[in-house]
């Protein structure tokens, strides 16, 4: 079980836990004071009551620190004022806050056993009332046990909210974390997906033209380590993410990065058309960074799958959203299976509010997602 203080805080949560133990402080010279000259004590405050309250209060400003040495040192001080003076009013009460703070800790049942060696000892030095006046004794002695009770209570009630809090935070930060993993993992899956296919297509060529056209073969093996080097550098981005640390992530790429990636798509012999309507460049980062996902994706179908020679994509931005389309004239399908990729795709535009229609269109395969904008209803 953590300690509920924790020893490094923010700044600002520091600075208001020192005004509150100094707030504790006040509250405790105050009370102490006023408590015991209200018992109508005749001695001069300054033989022995002020300095008790002074140091009670000085204590508290370590209680975070030590908070089962502040609440000893705080109960001696307190059994050495009595010894000193005539005051009858009460054992427990003085060092409340002290008790309060060290029920907060792991060590909780010392706090409990100490309270209750404190109260046994009250009982005993109040023991000659008991003859006079059974019901005062009873009273007094209820009141000092039921207000340790309280004060435990209160501690371990406060230490399990915090701790409860903490796990929610904890929480929290792993699903935020877990949501991060499964982005950078679609992410790895789009890299991957569109690196083999234009690579294996750049091999192709190279393959069949190596002995007749040697030139042709070194262009197209340059295309290819051109792209492989490329998405070594965005997986290197990415592993860190899958590895739970920052270290190495770079920004997603956008729409800006549209005419890297259509250039792979014609340097693997695909005839691309690229259609910009509206104002593209105005889109924030998120359906920026779907659009281009999704637009990649189509385009590795369309290489891996449609046996296309041309593609049209279509990207429209209007003020309430933004829709991305990507034609081809391969061939169609009259069965679509749900593949990790078009799940991506569905998955992006659906996360934030959009929608995604794939299917055979006159001539070819269609993939059309429309995305909201700034919370616009699609």
């Avoid at 792993?174 to 997906?193: F, S, T």
């Avoid at 006159?362 to 997602?369: I, L, M, T, W, Y």
């Amino acid at each position: 079980m953590a300690p509920p203080f924790p020893r490094r805080a923010p700044a600002a949560v520091r600075h208001s836990a020192r005004l509150l133990d100094l707030a504790f402080a006040l509250i405790t010279v105050v009370g102490v004071v006023t408590g015991v000259m209200a018992a109508e004590v005749r001695e001069s405050p300054w033989a022995g009551l002020i300095p008790l309250a002074l140091f009670l209060g000085a204590l508290l400003l370590f209680r975070r620190r030590w908070p089962l040495i502040v609440l000893l040192l705080s109960i001696g001080a307190i059994f050495l004022y009595r010894f000193n003076s005539h005051f009858q009013g009460g054992w427990i009460w003085p060092a409340s806050i002290a008790y309060f703070s060290a029920a907060c800790t792991p060590r909780v049942r010392w706090v409990a056993l100490i309270g209750a060696a404190q109260l046994v000892y009250a009982a005993v030095d109040f023991w000659p009332v008991l003859s006079e006046n059974a019901n005062r004794f009873l009273v007094h002695i209820a009141g000092e046990g039921l207000l340790l009770a309280s004060l435990i209570g209160a501690g371990l009630c406060h230490a399990t909210a915090l701790r409860w809090r903490e796990r929610l935070r904890e929480t929290d930060g792993r699903a935020r974390a877990a949501e991060e993993r499964l982005r950078a993992a679609r992410e790895v899956h789009d890299i991957v997906a569109h690196t083999l296919a234009v690579v294996g297509v750049q091999l192709n060529v190279a393959a069949d033209t190596l002995e007749e056209a040697p030139d042709e073969a070194a262009a197209a093996l340059r295309v290819a380590k051109d792209v492989r080097n490329r998405a070594m550098a965005d997986l290197t981005s990415l592993i860190g993410v899958l590895r739970d640390t920052s270290d190495g992530t770079a920004p997603q790429p956008d729409l800006a990065a549209l005419d890297t990636l259509i250039a792979d798509a014609r340097a693997a012999g695909l005839r691309v058309v690229l259609d910009q309507r509206g104002d593209p460049a105005s889109l924030p980062a998120a359906p920026a960074v779907a659009v281009y996902r999704i637009v990649q994706e189509a385009l590795t179908n369309t290489l891996k799958h449609a046996g296309a020679t041309t593609a049209e994509v279509t990207i429209e931005r209007a003020p309430s959203a933004v829709t991305v389309e990507v034609k081809d004239d391969g061939r169609g399908c009259e069965e679509i299976v749900e593949s990790h990729g078009l799940a991506g795709m569905r998955e992006r535009a659906s996360a934030l509010g959009g929608t995604l229609a794939v299917g055979s269109a006159p001539g070819g395969f269609s993939v059309r997602a429309r995305i909201p904008v700034a919370g616009s209803p699609v």
